[in-house]
């Protein structure tokens, strides 16, 4: 029973335009949401979070919007760099273990000079 | 302030041979998650330790797999009898706290290929 998903594999984004990662949960009773970003051969590292009472966190050229009630959060890229091109967990946590993360399967971001 | 560790990088092991990964947790962190993740699939959730105590060991095989965070020295992942289907990378994370202003941090992983 997957409670995180993200149902894009990979995305492909010319450089200097939007990439749009979209995750879904099902969970409703998560209340923290973060993205992380991982490289090949290295662990993932944290990019940026949203609690449930926010819609919206911006930090640099990214931001991270949540749709309670549709349950579903996105991460927006602009403008998209090569640099960027690497694989994006979405990741929660909430519920019955408040300190397990639970992470969807990821999106691999090809952003393209 | 070095980040978390993890070794072996790379482990090999035969077959019903045991696995022993190692995870040191960044200095003034006392939580160590590890994690599991499968050719093709994101990170599976093992098991959630403090010093000395398993907090949440839901994502744990029944069978084969232990963990432990000791009063002193790393975490440890144990693995007997190794099959086939434990090749995997396997992260180990860690935090100050719990709680949401205490993201993740994670090591760069050991990968154990079982030939």
């Known amino acids: 029973d997957q409670q995180v998903k993200q149902n894009s594999p990979s995305l492909s984004v010319q450089e200097g335009r939007i990439s749009i990662l979209n995750c879904d949960y099902t969970?409703?009773?998560?209340?923290?949401f973060l993205w992380y970003k991982k490289y090949p051969a290295e662990g993932p590292t944290f990019l940026i979070s949203i609690s449930s009472i926010k819609d919206k966190n911006e930090d640099g050229r990214f931001t991270v919007f949540l749709n309670k009630s549709a349950k579903h959060l996105s991460l927006h890229i602009v403008p998209s760099q090569p640099g960027d091109s690497a694989v994006y967990f979405c990741?929660?946590?909430?519920?019955?273990?408040?300190?397990?993360?639970?992470f969807g399967p990821g999106t691999s971001l090809s952003v393209i000079p | 302030n070095a980040g978390v560790m993890q070794n072996p990088r790379h482990l090999v092991r035969r077959r019903g041979q045991e696995a022993r990964l190692r995870c040191s947790p960044m200095k003034g962190h006392s939580h160590v998650y590890w994690y599991r993740q499968l050719p093709e699939e994101g990170l599976k959730f093992m098991v959630y330790?403090?010093?000395?105590?398993?907090?949440?060991e839901s994502g744990m095989p029944k069978e084969r797999f232990s963990a432990e965070f000791p009063k002193e020295g790393p975490s440890i992942l144990r693995i007997q009898q190794v099959v086939r289907g434990d090749s995997a990378a396997y992260f180990c994370a860690s935090s100050p706290t719990t709680g949401n202003d205490s993201p993740l941090h994670f090591g760069n992983g050991t990968r154990l290929t079982v030939t």
């Open positions: 990741a929660a946590r909430g519920g019955t273990s408040y300190d397990k993360v639970i």
């Open positions: 330790l403090q010093k000395e105590n398993i907090i949440d």
């Open positions: 969970n409703s009773m998560f209340d923290y």
